[in-house]
């Protein structure tokens, strides 16, 4: 199975509140990637776990979180959403084999809306 | 900074002709990997470079130095249609997104 699930699949939310989208995936990858994608535009690293290993990108260190209870599970958090938060969120998983870069699975993404 | 470079932005074809799309890096790499989205679909990996196989007819390659991929989808078919997505790896395991070539193939 080489499935990566999000949920929700679309999401609405008000300006100022919080967002959190969720991610699975049951490879076993130890990787887990969150991109940012707008229309017409490449997707856009946030950040990703390398286990339990959290790397955010500089430019949206302070506005995205993640939490990772599990090998399985990847959350991203946004604690107040602004009207620039409107994308669709991919969530990606891999398997690093030896520090090479191993072919990523993407979910469908989650869709969401800001108002 | 770091770039890859995707030609042509955008391609349109009659269904049966071969597509060819380009990917350059400002780095060496061989570690390129080959994405494609359907509009609203979720971005499918179609090669993986090194050691994966392409999937079903795609072909791919690394040429010239690591600095050049390219993408062939032979006997395009309307269901082809959509945008591909080059994704380079750099020493630092950083992953350089080219901006994508749409693809519409005519029927």
């Known amino acids: 199975d080489t499935t990566v699930k999000q949920n929700p699949r679309y999401k609405l939310a008000r300006v100022g509140k919080p967002v959190n989208l969720i991610c699975s995936q049951t490879?076993?990858?130890?990787?887990m990637y969150w991109y940012q994608k707008k229309p017409n535009q490449a997707p856009k690293l946030l950040l990703f776990y390398y286990d339990k290993i959290l790397n955010r990108e500089a430019d949206t260190f302070e506005k995205f979180q993640s939490s990772r209870p599990n090998n399985s599970f990847c959350s991203l958090y946004i604690g107040s959403a602004g009207l620039e938060y409107s994308a669709m969120y991919l969530c990606?998983?891999?398997?690093?084999?030896?520090?090479?870069?191993?072919?990523?699975?993407f979910g469908p993404g989650t869709r969401l809306t800001v108002l | 900074g770091q770039q890859v470079q995707q030609s042509p932005a955008s391609l349109v074809l009659q269904e049966g002709e071969n597509a060819e799309l380009q990917c350059s890096f400002s780095i060496s790499t061989n570690q390129v990997q080959w994405f494609y989205q359907r509009p609203g679909g979720r971005l499918i990996g179609l090669s993986y470079?090194?050691?994966?196989?392409p999937t079903g007819k795609q072909t791919s390659s690394t040429v010239t130095k690591g600095r050049h991929s390219s993408l062939t989808i032979s006997s395009s078919q309307t269901t082809d249609s959509g945008t591909y997505f080059c994704v380079a790896m750099d020493s630092n395991y950083q992953l350089i997104w080219g901006s994508g070539t749409k693809l519409i193939i005519k029927p």
């Open positions: 990606a998983s891999s398997r690093v084999l030896g520090g090479l870069y191993a072919e990523q699975f």
């Open positions: 490879m076993n990858h130890d990787t």
């Open positions: 470079i090194p050691g994966m196989k």
